[in-house]
């Protein structure tokens, strides 16, 4: 099945914000040897980032939906990024470069893992586990939470303030 990318027009039935051949340029470029496979394990592995993208941060990008019907977040009017208006007729290029970072992922390792807490201590008899409070609650991509920042409202990281 032929992989339908998202040009900018908010068509319905797209499934990437990037191609293969544009994310194999992108990889090559980087020296990244890990986008390998088939195109149509290629073609999968950016369903599944975009899926990522769309599931992880559709509510918190800026701006809104071209279209009712369109099947992705993007594009998007009312948006800006450093003081210019981001035309409502793209898929940003820092888009497009996180579904490919992500798809690279997603050939060897679940975007959404389930989720685990993480260990401090097991011992074993008799049993008790210890764990950490502090691990995080969702697997998270520095990266690519970095490089959408622009695009997104808010950080995504909830602080409570405490006046005194």
């Known amino acids: 099945m032929t992989l339908i990318v998202e040009t900018g027009s908010g068509a319905s039935d797209s499934e990437s914000y990037?191609?293969?051949?544009?994310a194999t340029t992108r990889h090559t470029a980087f020296g990244n040897t890990?986008?390998?496979?088939?195109?149509?394990?290629?073609?999968?592995?950016?369903?599944?980032?975009?899926?990522?993208?769309?599931?992880?941060?559709r509510g918190r990008f800026i701006g809104t939906r071209l279209t009712r019907d369109q099947a992705?977040?993007?594009?998007?009017?009312g948006v800006s990024v450093d003081g210019y208006d981001v035309p409502s007729?793209?898929?940003?290029?820092?888009?497009?470069?996180?579904?490919?970072d992500l798809a690279v992922r997603a050939l060897t390792e679940?975007?959404?893992?389930?989720?685990?807490?993480g260990?401090?201590?097991?011992?074993?008899?008799?049993?008790?586990?210890e764990?950490?409070?502090?691990?995080?609650?969702?697997k998270r991509f520095t990266a690519i939470d970095r490089m959408l920042a622009p695009y997104l409202t808010g950080s995504g990281v909830m602080v409570q303030v405490v006046r005194t």
Do not use: F, M
Not at 89 to 100: K, S
């Open 18 to 22: 990037i191609s293969v051949a544009d």
């Open 72 to 77: 992705l977040s993007w594009p998007r009017y």
């Open 110 to 117: 679940t975007l959404a893992p389930d989720q685990t807490r």
């Open 131 to 138: 764990y950490d409070p502090n691990s995080p609650q969702a």
């Open 89 to 100: 007729t793209i898929v940003p290029a820092e888009l497009a470069n996180a579904c490919a």
């Open 34 to 57: 890990a986008w390998t496979g088939s195109d149509a394990v290629k073609e999968a592995a950016l369903r599944r980032a975009t899926a990522h993208i769309e599931q992880a941060y």
């Open 119 to 129: 260990v401090l201590r097991k011992k074993i008899g008799p049993l008790e586990t």
